[in-house]
Each structure stands twice: as C-alpha cells, then as structure tokens.
C-alpha cells in the first residue's frame, strides 16, 4: 500500500486572518500602546488585508506588513520597532507557514 504524505485539497488563508495575527501579536509586544489608523484609511473598505492599524499585501507568496502605532512614553523606540517586526514575522511564518518579506513599523504618536 503506499502511503500519501500530503494532505488532499488546498488551504487558502484570508488577508483578514494575517491582519489578526499582525494586529494582536503588534498589542502584545512591551511598549505598544495601541494600533494608530493609518493613510488610506477611508478607502479600507474597498481593500482586503486592511484593518485599523495594519496593511497586509501578499505578493508572490510573502507577505508583506506596515503596521501603525501609538507607543507608551519612556520606551526605546528602535527596540519597541525591532520586536514588533521580529515578532509578527515570526507569527505569520509559524502560525500559517507563509514566508515574510518585510514587516514595516510606522511610529505615528506616544502616548503621554
């Protein structure tokens, strides 16, 4: 009998699923007050992979990220940026499998 490793059919993930897993891995990196609208926001409603805060493209299999956010006063800036950016890549690869070409942090305010 020979065996089949691979699973039947396809998966497909919605934008909307990368955007959620952006969205709450950004709000649960230290020093990230909150997700901040971002240019383009009126026309959201006309483009998929878009959420408050978080743009999502995926282009030729990577996924590419810009997320926007207010941070908490007293923070180092460069690092909050640098986890945010390790840590959505690495939710997006490990949760959907899907390769990360850039994750794009945009510091739009602090919060005081």
């Known amino acids: ?20 897993i952006a969205r709450l891995t950004t709000l649960g990196v230290t020093g990230v007050n909150r997700l901040a609208t971002h240019p383009g926001e009126v026309n959201r409603w006309f483009d998929r992979g878009v959420s408050e805060g978080v743009k999502i493209e995926v282009e ?22 640098r986890n945010i950016q390790a840590q959505v890549a690495r939710a997006i690869t490990e949760m959907v499998g899907m390769d990360v070409g850039r994750v794009n942090v945009h510091i ?5």
């Open 60 to 81: 030729d299999g990577k996924v590419y990220v810009d997320v926007y956010v207010i941070l908490n006063r007293d923070v180092n800036v460069r690092e909050v940026a």
């Open 108 to 112: 739009e305010d602090i919060q005081y």
């Open 1 to 20: 009998m020979v065996t089949n490793d691979r699973p039947p059919g396809k998966t497909t993930v919605a934008p909307e699923v990368l955007v959620t």
